[in-house]
């Protein structure tokens, strides 16, 4: 089975949450009552939207799970995955790593010790080098007025080096080809750098458009975060976020493998699958090397659920200016916008989603009644993505319904 170029599809998405009362105020029944009949109502709402979408794939395989974390509990469900997944399974979260590195930026900025309205060739606070090294892996085009900002928000016009084919007429030894599929059929665990991505862009003068003139995603701008984070906090980006983040938030399931090498799922896990043109494929492994900032997340539903609940509640270590900074969206369609490492749409609320060879997940975090959710499914539907995420957004509706 031929699968699709592209190792992974990120997505920035505007989400379908909304305000939930209370179990609590619903009803005065008693807690461990209503929280079994909650619990039950996800799980066949779960089982009845799965096997209606499943209807129409033949073949299709693997499953769905969710978590809901509400201020009346946690709750877990799952369908048609392959042995007993928890909330403690494994799963690869793809660009949701993003608001990690966003929140890793934010936080050097509450620190002082960087402005992301500087541009990345301003000299770091109090030190005499620039943000991004003046060498020619990052000589890259309109380098001299992308602001930090801008990587954060989509909006720097930097050519993705994970999604896009090098122009025929380039010069070098993968013209015509996605750079990463040049590298990873020669080596699949080649250890990809922030350096090495970056200066595909630079040698070969790419760009999508001119910074600050509209919304263009690319994995590349948050991989040039990542070396920004490196540079500011003298640690490397894995550590930077696990000390900062991962480890004072209780996160201790999630991680953020960095090699080329490091390709497996710790235990436990769910395999993932890849559907295409009505076949399907096990995905045992994935190099998550040039995934670094952008991509690279390794979590639980457990994990995600309580990370989106802290991150937006300003609980995460980040101060509420900042999350307020983080949660600001300009608009990017009819119904939704994007913000620092943040998507949001209209009637849903705040969070991101992600896309990797085998997995699609989504995090969202509604304000108005503190609740997280976190959906994600053990197979990407490539012949439809599209109503792959539009079943995720109706699951989020419904789990609103349910915890009214």
Known sequence: MKLPRLVVLSLAIAF??????????ESGSDPAESNHTTAESLQDMLEREWTAYVSD???????????VVSTEGSFFASCAMEGEPTEN???????????????GILLLQQRGLLNIEDTVVSNIPGRTEPYLPNTPEYAIPHKDVITIRQLLEHRAGVFDVSKYVVPEDSKSPYAGQNYLDHILTQDSEHTFTFDELVSVTAFNQLSLAPPGTGYNYADTGYS????IIERVSGESYEDFITT??????????????????????????????????????HVNSDNPSWQVANGNLVTTPADLAEWGRRLYTGNAGLEREYVRMMMDAKKVSD????????????????????????????????????LSIVVFANVMNWDDLTNQMMLFRQLIREVRTIMR
């Open 57 to 67: 794939y033949p073949n299709l395989p693997g499953g769905i799970a969710l978590q």
């Open 244 to 281: 900062s983040f991962l480890l004072p938030n209780g996160l201790s399931d999630s991680s953020l493998p960095y090699l080329g090498t490091d390709q497996t799922l710790p235990a436990p896990f769910v395999i993932g699958y890849d559907y295409f043109d009505g076949e399907f494929a």
């Open 335 to 370: 119904t939704g916008g994007y913000g620092l490492g943040c998507s949001y749409s209209e009637g849903i609320g705040y969070g991101h989603s992600g896309a990797v060879s085998g997995y699609l997940s989504m995090m969202t975090y509604d304000p108005d009644d503190d």
């Open 89 to 103: 399974t494994h799963f690869r979260a793809a660009s949701i790593t993003k608001t990690f590195t966003a929140a």
């Open 224 to 227: 040039l975060l990542g070396k």
């Open 16 to 25: 379908a949450l909304g305000g939930l009362p209370s179990l609590a105020s």
